[in-house]
């Protein structure tokens, strides 16, 4: 009668064992990868997402042509205006807004908030609309004192492709 394990019996179970240790070592750091990836994307697309919404809420809430306001300065690469933004205080005040590219990002500045627009871009053109009807275009600048443009369209182009983003806002109410 045989008591224990011949040496080659405990090699074969150490060697299937390793086998078993090592494929769950590469199956766990797998899945460790891609909950990593997969939180990136979702940080990348919830900061997407806020940053849409930030600046629509800007344009929505532009203040011109009213007593106190500075004046609307749209240029082709720069945009200068202000607008009405809830503070830390949970109050509206106007503060300055500012879209712009810094190195290689669309930045939108509402106050001292900074809201990323877009990333590895090769340049970004902004156009106004003139007015609402037959009679409207698209102008490669606005400067008033009085009053905004119907809409501004962002026209994001990426350094290392061909394409372009084209993102439309409304402006709210204009003095």
Do not use: K
């Amino acid at each position: 009668m045989r008591r224990g394990f011949t040496l080659l019996e405990v090699l074969v179970a150490l060697a299937l064992t390793g086998i078993v240790v090592l494929l769950a070592h590469r199956l766990f750091s797998v899945a460790v990868d891609s909950s990593g990836a997969l939180l990136r994307n979702r940080r990348e697309q919830d900061n997407r997402a806020n940053s849409e919404r930030w600046t629509e809420e800007a344009f929505l809430s532009l203040a011109v042509g009213q007593a106190g306001d500075p004046r609307f300065e749209g240029q082709e690469a720069t945009l200068d205006a202000a607008a009405w933004t809830v503070v830390a205080q949970g109050w509206r005040e106007r503060v300055p807004l500012q879209l712009g590219m810094r190195d290689d990002r669309l930045e939108l500045r509402l106050g001292e908030t900074v809201v990323t627009l877009g990333t590895r871009l090769a340049s970004a053109r902004f156009e106004y609309l003139t007015g609402i009807g037959p009679d409207r275009r698209w102008a490669g600048g606005w400067s008033s004192d009085l009053g905004a443009p119907e809409a501004i369209r962002i026209i994001m182009e990426h350094g290392d492709t061909t394409a372009a983003d084209t993102c439309v806002y409304l402006i709210g109410e204009r003095g």
